[in-house]
Structure formats: structure tokens, C-alpha cells
């Protein structure tokens, strides 16, 4: 099967500094990556799209000079929440697409509970 | 080590049909079970289970949770092609495990 894993799994900071999130997809290349932030009614709102060698692609509303994401690889994709805030505590979780077909499954990362102070 | 396994795998079925997709977990420290239909922009919550035996239910789609047995299953009758989907199933414990999915294709 195909394993996505997310690195830290829980991550706890002051505010004003700046904590990365590593995605990596551990038996397979994926050229797309997804990056989702949780809210409390379990929604997964769709922050950017990661693509290997060029820039993400960031959906309306998310700051692209806050949540810098880089996606260096074939199976490594970071985000980086810089100078985070208390309002950026939350759930996030990242997603890779196996094939280059928009039908392709998506396999989810374990997600990252970041809680800034 | 905690999984989340969703059968089957794919589906394919006729407008009219009903189906009965399935998840299975092993997880720490269970807090909820989700269910989400994975669209093209990100995955539309669907259902969150947390207690056995209360069946949820939205329209067509209804779902249940057995925290004995450690699974769930969620139901859609009458199935239209606008069902035709991947449907992933979550759940939430320590972290957060995703099943692999389950592709349903609706046909007319």
C-alpha cells in the first residue's frame, strides 16, 4: 500500500516562532501533494497545492508568505507556519496523489496538532 | 500499530443500487470516527461517529459505528452518478489514520 508519513505528529510553540511540517511519502513519488488545515466541525479546508520543482498553488484566503511550502522532491513536502500565531493552533494534514490523473486516490498523512502559546 | 482498512477497495454499481461501504480500525486512544467524500478540491465531511449503535443519517447516506467489533459502514441507496466518488474513511486517536478509500462508480 502506499504510506504518507507527517512529521511532527504534535508540536507545541511560542508564539512568533516558526515550525515546519514534514510530509513524505514513504513507497511511492508523488509529483502532488495537498496540504489541509482541520477546523473544529471536522471540515478539511484545502490550504495549497504542492507541486514537485515549481511553485504551490495556494487557495484563496491562505497567506503564502505565512505558510511557506516547499515541495523539494519527489517524496518530501514541508510547511513551514512562520511566526505563528495562537490562531494558527490547529490540526494540519497533508495528502499525496500517487498517479498524475486528478482520479487518483489520495493517501493522508497522521496529521500534525500544532498548538501555539 | 494503529490502521484504518476500507473494503472494498472499488465499486461499481447502477443509478438505483444501493451500497455498504466498510472501515475497520485499530487505533489508541479511539476518539471519533469520520467519514468524507473525497472531491476534487479536498475531502467533504460527510458523518462523525463517536458513539456505537446511533445511526447517522443525511439524505441518502447513513452510517454506524460498532466500537466492539471496531467498525463502521456507510450506506447510500438509490445511488446516482453524482455518488460516484472516492469515500475515505478517518479516524481520530492519538492522531489521525485514513483508510485507503473506496471508489464507487455510480453508472446510469
Known amino acids: 500500500g502506499a504510506v504518507v508519513s507527517q512529521h511532527p505528529s504534535r508540536v507545541i510553540c511560542k508564539s512568533g516562532t516558526s515550525v515546519k511540517i514534514e510530509c513524505r511519502s514513504l513507497?511511492?513519488?508523488?509529483?502532488?501533494m495537498f496540504w489541509y488545515r482541520q477546523f473544529p466541525k471536522q471540515s478539511l479546508m484545502l490550504m495549497a497545492t504542492?507541486?514537485?520543482?515549481?511553485?504551490?498553488?495556494?487557495e484563496q484566503g491562505v497567506e503564502k508568505d505565512k505558510f511557506l511550502i516547499n515541495h523539494a522532491s519527489l517524496t518530501l513536502s514541508t510547511l513551514t507556519v512562520t511566526s505563528a500565531h495562537p490562531e494558527d493552533s490547529s490540526f494540519y494534514i497533508c495528502?499525496?496523489?500517487?498517479?498524475?490523473?486528478?482520479?487518483?486516490?489520495?493517501?493522508f498523512g497522521s496529521g500534525t496538532q500544532l498548538s501555539v502559546l | 500499530e494503529d490502521k484504518v482498512v476500507q473494503s472494498p477497495l472499488s465499486l461499481v454499481v447502477h443509478e438505483g443500487d444501493t451500497v455498504t461501504l466498510n472501515c475497520s480500525y485499530e487505533?489508541?486512544?479511539?476518539?471519533?470516527l469520520l467519514w468524507y467524500k473525497q472531491e476534487k478540491k479536498a475531502p467533504t465531511f460527510l458523518f462523525m461517529l463517536?458513539?456505537?449503535?446511533i445511526e447517522k443519517k443525511s439524505g441518502r447516506l447513513s452510517s454506524i459505528l460498532d466500537k466492539k467489533e471496531l467498525f463502521s459502514i456507510l450506506n447510500i441507496t438509490a445511488t446516482q452518478t453524482g455518488d460516484s466518488a472516492v469515500y475515505l474513511c478517518?479516524?481520530?486517536?492519538?492522531?489521525?489514520?485514513f483508510g485507503a478509500g473506496t471508489r464507487l462508480t455510480v453508472k446510469p
Open positions: 495528502s499525496a496523489r500517487k498517479g498524475g490523473s486528478s482520479n487518483e486516490k489520495l493517501f
Open positions: 513507497d511511492f513519488q508523488a509529483t502532488t
Open positions: 504542492s507541486n514537485e520543482g515549481s511553485k504551490a498553488t495556494y
Open positions: 487505533v489508541t486512544n479511539f476518539r471519533s
Open positions: 463517536t458513539s456505537s449503535g
Open positions: 478517518a479516524v481520530r486517536g492519538n492522531d489521525m489514520r
